[in-house]
């Protein structure tokens, strides 16, 4: 509750175009303790002084010549950003009360008037104005303080999103001292895989995760041995068969995360090399079944490879490697792909030549 003293510091305003009658308002509430009294006989003067002083309360006269006080209360309303009419209207015509209640203003005071309503119906809504304040300014501040607490959120966010992304470079850093030639590839996986996932109308958030992901698709070739991962020549049975094992290895790597890039990275470790037709590894998933962004990072992995020189072959042209991936050279065919994924690749082949030549 507010004290009585906050009560009668309360800052008034009296508007009355009968000198007499502003002349006793003034008495009255000044008797009673009120300080902060102004007041005005001229209605065209009372939204500018209330723009200036902001008056916890208005008197206003309603029957006042030219400008009356139902207009006066229209105006004020159109100012008053709080939404909070502080007015009590003084009429001495009863059927005006419950218009002058419809127009805004908050209590009436009749004419002739009564000292002890006069105060009453003062402190009263005084009363109500100062707790109306109080919780405008206590709801300004817990907005306020929303508002501080979001901004720390997001920058806490940003200081974390930049934690995941100094992980995958570090991760991708790996494989470069691995392999050189690995290095280069994943550099160029992140914008094939950006511009074919544009290509496919996918969203902002989609193309921004799949370009930090897709770099990590191979991590899991950090636990294979040097003897196998540069061989030059073919594996046997069983060294392909731990050469199969990145993807899994990958995967685990990755592990469960919160961060979104690593929860995809994790997803295209693990299904990569699975196919459309099923024919793929480590689990021999198909169609649909395989994650899309893995479905996205296979045509890419598969481009680059044969675009670059392997320890087992030779750097294919951008020609070559679009008829291997179009019409199949055995190892690799159409039907690995998912057909749309495939068909947008062909329609935009210039894009991969472009990023790799680049």
Known sequence: MNSMLDILEASILIVDDLEADVMLFEQILRRAGYNAITSTMNPYDVCALHLKNRYDLILLD?????????EIMQSLREIEKEG???????????EERLHALKAGANDFISKPIEIAEVLARVHNMLEVRLLHRALHNHNAILAQEVQERTLDL??????LQEGYLETIFTMTRAAELKDEDAGAHVQRISYYSRELAKILGMDEKFIDTIFFASPMHDIGKIGIPDCILLKPCGFTPDEWLIMQGHS???AKILGESKSPYLKMGAEIALNHHERWDGSGYPNGIKEEEIPLAARIMSICDIYDALRSK????PAFSHQKALNIITHSDGRTAPAHFDPVILANFQENHQTFRDIFDG
């Open 62 to 70: 309603l029957q006042m010549p030219n400008v009356n006080g139902f």
């Open 248 to 250: 899994a290895m990958g």
């Open 84 to 94: 909070y009419l502080p007015v009590i209207v003084i009429t001495a015509y009863p």
């Open 310 to 313: 392997r320890p087992y072959k």
């Open 154 to 159: 997001q920058l806490r966010a940003i200081d």
